[in-house]
């Protein structure tokens, strides 16, 4: 199974702040990679699909980068709305496996 | 309006069973891949199971294998999971999550989770 490895697990953060969270493939996923987001008690988001694509009606403020087995979600300025947790998950090969999670919480 | 409803949760013993649904409306069901996704309290997600659009391939994930079985009725819009040999560790919120036409399979649309609660 390819094991996907999310740095860091949690953060603190400011509104305003720009945020950078990081996801590593075991292996090589070419761009098959999404971001989602989760909020307490309710059920994920799509953000990010195919490392960099926006998902429709996701603001503009959330971007993805990277390929091959590193890859990076980024918020350029955090909103109150953006603290959640954020989830990547490669759809190169089944089982489509998640990383462990990245709590954003607020400073 | 894309809507995934899951029902068929609940509490269960050790060995019991359960059969979840998942409705779906507001889209041509059976030209949409489909899988089950679950998140154990206060746990990350885990992928379950995926049944492609006609129902012809199926997989599953190693920790349900034998005991899970998927399925699809596209005359009804549904999407099944039957439960079998249920354990303490299936204890999770299990959503239904559409695979998005884009070939990447990302998920663009969840249900909003049905609990399943495994405990003696």
């Known amino acids: 199974d390819i094991q996907m490895t999310q740095s860091p697990s949690s953060l603190s953060a400011s509104v305003g702040d720009r945020l950078t969270i990081t996801c590593r493939a075991s292996q090589s996923i070419s761009t098959f990679l999404n971001w989602y987001q989760q909020k307490p008690g309710k059920a994920p988001k799509l953000l990010i699909y195919?490392?960099?694509s926006l998902q429709s009606g996701v603001p503009s403020r959330f971007s993805g980068s990277g390929s091959g087995a590193d890859f990076t979600l980024t918020i350029s300025s955090l909103h109150p709305e953006d603290f959640a947790s954020y989830y990547c998950?490669?759809?190169?090969?089944?089982?489509?496996?998640f990383g462990q999670g990245t709590m954003v919480e607020i400073k | 309006e894309v809507q995934l409803v899951e029902s068929g949760g609940g509490s269960v013993q050790p060995g019991g069973s359960l059969r979840l649904s998942c409705a779906a409306s507001g889209f041509t069901f059976n030209n949409f891949e489909m899988n089950w996704v679950r998140q154990a309290p206060g746990k990350g997600l885990e992928w379950v199971s995926y049944?492609?659009?006609?129902?012809?391939?199926?997989n599953y994930a190693d920790s349900v294998k034998g005991r899970f079985t998927i399925s699809r009725d596209n005359a009804k819009n549904s999407l099944y999971l039957q439960m079998n040999s249920l354990r303490a560790e299936d204890t999770a919120v299990y959503y239904c999550?559409?695979?998005?036409?884009?070939?990447?399979?990302?998920?663009?649309?969840w249900g909003q989770g049905t609990l399943v609660t495994v405990s003696s």
């Open positions: 195919a490392a960099s």
């Open positions: 998950q490669q759809s190169y090969r089944t089982p489509r496996t």
């Open positions: 049944i492609s659009g006609s129902g012809s391939t199926i």
């Open positions: 999550a559409r695979d998005q036409e884009s070939g990447y399979d990302a998920y663009d649309y």
